[in-house]
């Protein structure tokens, strides 16, 4: 940490230009815990205040890795750039809380925490909750070495990330990297395996970011369709050899209603669902399942109604073919079997006769060879 009080009662921050001298000679005490603090000078880390070992303060204290405290210094000079009048781990007393930053910003207060650790869910909560209950909005900026990127666009993100993507207010994950002095902004994310997602990213030197569009307005980078098309070629050309129980689940069902496998699958199941993150499944596996109901019907000329699309999806839930991430919502479930269903009548596969009533508009007919695939792939994500 960068705070402490001294022996008079004064705040003092360790940000800046200090002589080390004068440091050395002065004591600091914790504002939360009243403990004498050792003031850090090493060459490792940025100058600062830790606990005297075998003290245990009364306030959570994670061990800050130097790429957290540069983080944090960064944006606390970036937000007084800001005019945001940012207040640095100032403890609030009513919560017990001491967050990283308080800033404010288009007239709220925002509890800015920066986050280069693995933090439970449950202290996870407990944090937001008690800035909510202060009043206050959390924003939570991961470390940029808390990501992995595995291809173009592509970015691994479980559980820990979703936690911040959740309680954001633009659905984002907004994360900073002190070495390049830049925020790192991932938006509508699409997953393709479960932990496996497309992101829209937006880099954002922090010389040129605004507090208020990065905060409070949402992302308007586009959708990248090259980099999803490139997801399903790399899915048609492995070889898949170990297979998790819904994904073989599904490649058993196509092999024996159609004959396919699993690299021929149709492009009608690798559709970019906005609202996909309810699935944890694979994409092509929640597709997968529909598709297959939806021609079914369509070949035996009977109309496909969004009811029984959707009831169709409920009953592979329930036999735990298709699983959903997090809890079961009514809604999102829905939201994403219609944005599902919209593009294929937006592709001409479907037809809309009555409201929510539709017909297979061509028999689906198999593409013969694996290049007829991949061109199709390619022609129909673009927007
Ligand atoms: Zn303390």
Redesign the pocket.
């Known amino acids: 940490m960068f705070s402490a009080v001294t022996e008079d009662g004064q705040v003092f921050h360790l940000i800046g230009r200090q002589s080390r001298e004068k440091l050395k000679q002065t004591r600091f005490f914790?504002p939360?815990?009243a403990?004498e603090l050792d003031v850090k000078l090493g060459s490792q880390k940025a100058p600062h205040f830790a606990?005297k070992q075998n003290k245990s303060?009364?306030?959570d204290?994670e061990p800050e890795s130097a790429y957290h405290l540069e983080g944090k210094r960064q944006l606390y000079v970036w937000l007084k750039t800001q005019k945001a009048s940012p207040l640095l781990e100032p403890y609030v007393r009513e919560i017990k809380q001491r967050p990283d930053i308080l800033a404010k910003v288009k007239g709220n207060t925002l509890a800015v925490e920066y986050q280069c650790a693995t933090l439970p869910p449950d202290v996870f909560q407990k944090r937001t909750a008690g800035f909510k209950q202060a009043g206050m909005i959390p924003r939570w900026i991961l470390g940029v070495s808390r990501l992995k990127r595995t291809s173009s666009s592509f970015y691994q993100l479980s559980a820990f990330h979703w936690q911040f993507i959740n309680t954001s207010q633009n659905s984002d994950l907004l994360c900073y990297c002190p070495k390049t002095h830049s925020f790192l902004r991932l938006s509508h994310m699409i997953p393709f395996y479960t932990t496996h997602f497309y992101c829209s990213v937006q880099t954002i030197p922090v010389r040129q970011a605004a507090a208020e569009d990065l905060f409070f307005t949402e992302s308007d980078s586009s959708f990248k369709h090259t980099d999803w098309t490139g997801a399903i070629l790399r899915f048609r050309r492995k070889t898949h050899r170990f297979l998790s129980k819904d994904i073989n689940r599904l490649r058993l069902l196509f092999y024996e209603k159609r004959q396919t496998p699993l690299s021929f699958l149709p492009t009608e199941v690798f559709v970019p669902v906005q609202k996909g993150a309810v699935f944890k499944s694979p994409v092509f596996v929640w597709q997968g399942y529909l598709y297959l109901f939806i021609t079914d019907l369509g070949y035996k000329h009977a109309p496909i109604r969004f009811s029984a699309i959707l009831q169709h999806c409920k009953l592979h839930i329930h036999k735990k073919n298709i699983l959903l991430r997090g809890e079961y919502s009514d809604q999102g479930l829905s939201e994403a079997v219609k944005q599902y269903i919209e593009f294929l009548c937006k592709k001409g596969f479907l037809r809309e006769t009555q409201k929510e009533v539709y017909v297979l508009n061509q028999p689906a007919k198999r593409s013969q060879s694996l290049q007829d695939l991949i061109e199709k792939d390619r022609s129909c994500f673009i927007e």
């Open positions: 914790c939360v815990c403990e606990h303060c009364t306030i204290i």
